[in-house]
């Protein structure tokens, strides 16, 4: 083995492996050690942290006088899940726009829900085609809203949301956002793109602990949302309410995921907001391509089309490479990556989110480099 790429065992400061995955993701000391108190949830401190933590996401989307903040238990998928549910009213019917397995999921949620949808899709390596939109939208009067996620993590593809945003508002349709992957890393700000909705998470891209999303909704759209809820947990118009009224969650809140998600917040404020952590992700980004490829690996979209989250490498044809050797090996050393999920090509990802520099992106392409030397491959890979 070449010994300037002799392995080490790679940790975070609190002995983790580092996560270069499309999430649960690398979080700071700090963001954890926030867990280490309980409070209750009718706490007065409680209460004004959560207060906070509304104001702080509203603001993100510079949206201060025009729209509020819905907070939901659970995964990403649940608040994707309650947007649909709640924006898209039983007698109206959903444009999804598909590139990826999320966009397919927001269709699967529409069947459980027996929501009306028609379905504009392309590859996982081609953007949303802005132009098939607006033809449909001008030709089927009955389409009410129209759903598209911003960062696929299927692929790592970045979609044209602020062009999909301008001819959904020229056919005057309600706009519904997932931004799971990408919001706190790139902009999504509501004086430039008109939106009913917009969902994400206290993990990805704010680097929270995971187990809430959020929903960012224009308040007037929100308004009209009451009773279009088929599920009492994900009523986020009830969420929305009873929080205005009483300050208080409906339900159980997930009180030390607030407390890891406020710090979250303020290490995120004081990085620069979304320039300073999309700078980050960039660099990240970067610094693993030119390393990839420096190796031979082979990325899946162009540059232009790829976001600064995860990217997805083409399986190398090396007979030598053997992939579940690949990821324990990398794994032993520190470092987890992520399979792929293409259908257009048999693929892994690597993520660039998370509490991760430079440093740490430079030690992943080194142990991926002790892999390679593992499989006897001394070249590049393809």
Known sequence: MNREHEPSIAASPTGDPYLLTPGPLTTSATVKEAMLHDYGSRDSYFIELNQRVMTNLVNMVNGQDTHVTVPLQGSGT????AMIGNFVPRAGKLLICINGA???????MCDYYERD?????SSEDVPIDVAVLNETLAQDATITHVAAVFCETTSGILNPLKAVADVVEKHNRGFLIDAMSAFGALPVDSTQIKFDAVVASSNKCLEGAPGMGFCIAR????????????????DLYEQWVTMTKTRQWRFTPPTHVLLAFDQAIFEFLEEGGVAGRGARYQDNCNTLVQGMREMGFRT?????????I?????????????????YNHL?????????????VAESF??????????QQMRGALNAIRNSLDSFGITGKVS
């Open 78 to 81: 649940f608040v994707v899940e």
């Open 102 to 108: 999320y966009g397919h999921r927001i269709a699967k």
């Open 117 to 121: 949808y028609q379905i504009q899709e």
């Open 219 to 234: 308040q007037k759209a929100l308004e009209k949302t009451q009773g279009n809820s088929p599920s009492l947990s994900l």
């Open 300 to 308: 899946l979209l162009p540059d232009e089309l790829q976001a600064p």
């Open 310 to 326: 995860i990217i997805t490498f083409h399986m190398p044809t090396n007979p030598e490479f053997e992939f579940d050797h690949f």
């Open 331 to 343: 794994r032993e050393q520190g470092y987890v990556i992520y399979p792929g999920k293409l259908t």
């Open 349 to 358: 990802r690597i993520g660039c989110i998370g509490r991760l520099g430079e």
